[in-house]
């Protein structure tokens, strides 16, 4: 299964076209970027520096936190059964399905379940990002209160990769971290997939820094700690 994100390193910004393919975002594209991300973008990433938005890369890792402890190492058809193990178990999976144009009524999927049948490969994209959506919904709550707990939870933020930089034009940017006090709007906004959203709080977040925050409204990586 493929990550719904581009990786950082190949991604030059400003834009962030987000988003869904098999297991992300709903599909929209953020142009919407603030006056002060597109003198950012503008400024230095036109000049070589690779990075995401900062919304977008925290979002990954959120992603990394809930789902890739299993997905790196099963096969497509493990996570096939994976994703349908959830959804039979969950009252609201029938209209998730639904919405996501998946008709087969709960036979059908229990065939699917049990290696009968199998959904062609349009329906089993459907179903991953069905079972994605739910689970972030389903796990907002727990993930807010892991990441509250204790004071808050730290973060690891990656600068932009300046490798393709002319060496003038680099800037002095350094790994930095930064704790979150209080993560409800972030998981909110995570759990319903707003992109534009999570630009937002990223935003403020960095307003919060010493110096130089505006250089870090684009990074390369963000890591969650604990």
Request: aromatic share 8%; charged share 25%.
């Amino acid at each position: 299964m493929h990550s719904p994100y581009q990786t950082a390193a190949a991604t030059a910004f400003p834009t962030w076209h987000a988003t869904s393919t098999a297991c992300g975002w709903t599909a929209r594209v953020v142009t919407a970027l603030t006056n002060e991300m597109k003198e950012m973008a503008m400024g230095h990433g036109e000049l070589g520096a690779q990075g995401v938005e900062g919304g977008r890369a925290l979002a990954e890792s959120l992603d990394r936190r809930v789902f890739d402890d299993v997905a790196w190492r099963r096969s497509d058809e493990e996570l096939l059964q994976q994703a349908l193990g959830y959804l039979v178990k969950k009252k609201s999976a029938a209209d998730a399905l639904h919405a996501h144009g998946i008709t087969a009524d709960a036979d059908t999927v229990a065939a699917w379940r049990a290696k009968v049948r199998t959904p062609g490969p349009e329906e089993q994209q459907r179903l991953q990002q069905v079972f994605r959506e739910l689970r972030r919904r389903n796990i907002a709550p727990y993930l807010t209160r892991v990441l509250n707990a204790d004071g808050g939870t730290r973060i690891e933020i990656h600068p932009v990769d300046q490798e393709s930089v002319e060496a003038r034009h680099r800037r002095d940017l350094r790994v930095r971290w930064k704790n979150i006090w209080r993560w409800n709007a972030i998981i909110a906004a995570w759990a319903r997939q707003d992109s534009l959203e999570m630009e937002h709080l990223w935003q403020g977040l960095m307003s919060e820094m010493e110096s130089d925050h505006r250089s870090y409204y684009f990074v390369r990586h963000i890591g969650i700690l604990g």
